[in-house]
C-alpha cells in the first residue's frame, strides 16, 4: 500500500510559478514510479510528467515540456513538479500517482494509487 497527499496548487497569474509536492508512505513506495496527471471540467484526465523510482529518467508531456520539471527527493519520499511560465490552459486539478509496476511510462492505467488532488488555477 502506498499513501499519497498533494500539496501546492493555488491561484497564480500567467507566466508565474508553482511548486507541487507529493508526499508518499508505505514500504513501497521507494521502488515505485511516480507520475503526475492534471483533469480540466468536462476533459479527461491527462498525463504531465512521471519519474523513475531512482529519478534516473523523467517523461514529459508536449505540452509542458521545458516549462515543468519533475523531482523526487529519495529521503524524503517526496516527489516535486516544479512548473514555471504557466499559461490559463494549465488550469486543472493536478494529481500525482505511484505505480508498483510498469510497462509503459505516461499511462495512467499503470499507476494504482492516487492522491487527493490539488487545484491550479491560473489567471490571464
Known amino acids: 500500500q502506498v499513501q499519497l497527499v498533494e500539496s501546492g496548487g493555488g491561484l497564480v497569474q500567467a507566466g508565474g510559478s508553482l511548486r507541487l509536492s507529493c508526499v508518499g508512505s508505505?514500504?513501497?513506495?521507494?521502488?515505485?514510479?511516480m507520475g503526475w496527471f492534471r483533469q480540466a471540467p468536462g476533459k479527461e484526465r491527462e498525463f504531465v510528467s512521471d519519474?523513475?523510482?531512482?529519478?534516473?529518467?523523467?517523461y514529459y508531456a508536449d505540452s509542458v515540456k521545458g516549462r515543468f520539471t519533475i523531482s523526487r527527493d529519495i529521503a524524503k519520499n517526496t516527489v516535486y513538479l516544479q512548473m514555471n511560465s504557466l499559461k490559463p490552459e494549465d488550469t486543472a486539478v493536478y494529481y500525482c500517482?505511484?505505480?508498483?509496476?510498469?510497462?509503459?511510462?505516461?499511462?495512467?492505467?499503470?499507476?494504482?494509487?492516487w492522491g487527493q488532488g490539488t487545484q491550479v488555477t491560473v489567471s490571464s
Open positions: 508505505g514500504r513501497a513506495f521507494s521502488s515505485s514510479v
Open positions: 500517482a505511484a505505480a508498483l509496476r510498469i510497462r509503459a511510462y505516461s499511462r495512467a492505467s499503470q499507476y494504482d494509487y
Open positions: 519519474i523513475t523510482a531512482s529519478g534516473g529518467s523523467t
